[in-house]
């Protein structure tokens, strides 16, 4: 015996739900592709580029160039000269990470309390982010130069009894230097943890407060706890964008004293337009940018592994 089959056909509101959510799709990576177009022809082609360069025995910028393969990369990881210059950016961005935090973290604690002229406080903290790059290393080679106005203070106070070349010795040189970034940069630091202050809830420390917590601790049990998604993102972009600063240590110190502040970026500019060997820094960019992009992930990571924890 013969048993017909019958299907049930599906209902037209599934059609629709199906198409709709299609179209709802298709509207969405129409709206992405001027974004995805823009990244892929800013990063994505100039990090190709920069791979192929590496792979080539290119000096000067124009110059044809013979395939050399992974030549460039082996010279590169034997050389002491990089790894040094790898040493003194991690150096850097830990420097200043210590110092950036320390003082975003105070001035954001006090911009955070009621005080007459809190906003024009507020504003004004914001000028050393925003004045440039060269201005700043006008205003810090005068303040610390010899007959400038930090040698004044201390030969004033009989501190020394000669003026410093901060500038001068290679450990000073790179104190300073990190100093002086770190003083640009801070207020940017300030500004995001005083936006993340002010949306803890007041209640909790009321509450606190009257449990007989202690401002030390309300400070680790509820405002260094509910700021950590913002230090976690404060933590990973920070930590880009200081491994990868040039400017400021190119026009203070130029890599100098003896290569005392010579980090990954400046080495990169060096081999290349000093030293006119343009393949061998697109290899270092190439695996400068890899070891950021390892640290991009395992931060991301172990930032994950946290908020589970939390949770």
Partial sequence: ???????????????????????????????????????????????????ALSLQDVRIIGTPGKFIGLDNYVRLLSSESFWQSFGRSIAWVVGNAVVQTLAAFAAALILNQRFRGQ?????????????????????WRWLLSSSGVVNFLLM???LTNEPIGFFG????????????????????????????????PQELYEAAAVDGATAIQRFWRITLPLLQPVLFA???????????VFDIIWLLTGGGPSNATTTLPVLIYDTAFTKYRLSQAAAISV??????????????????LKQEEGS
């Fill in 234 to 244: 404060l933590g990973l972009v920070g930590t880009l964008l200081s491994f990868n």
């Fill in 156 to 158: 004033s106070l009989h």
């Fill in 1 to 51: 015996m013969n048993h017909a089959v019958h299907l049930t056909p599906r209902p037209p509101m599934f059609k629709r739900r199906f198409f709709g959510l299609r179209r709802n799709m298709l509207a969405g990576y129409l709206f992405m592709a001027p974004l995805l177009l823009w990244l892929a022809a800013t990063i994505l082609y100039p990090l190709l580029s920069a791979i």
């Fill in 119 to 139: 906003q024009f406080a507020r504003i004004w903290i914001i000028l050393s982010w925003i004045v440039p790059t060269v201005v700043v290393v006008i205003i």
């Fill in 169 to 200: 010795a290679p450990t000073s040189a790179a104190a300073s230097v990190i100093l002086i970034n770190a003083w640009r940069w801070f207020p940017f630091m300030a500004v995001t943890v005083l936006a993340g202050l002010q949306s803890i």
């Fill in 287 to 304: 695996l400068s940018g890899l070891a950021l992009f390892i640290f991009a992930l395992l931060f991301i990571r172990f930032m994950a």
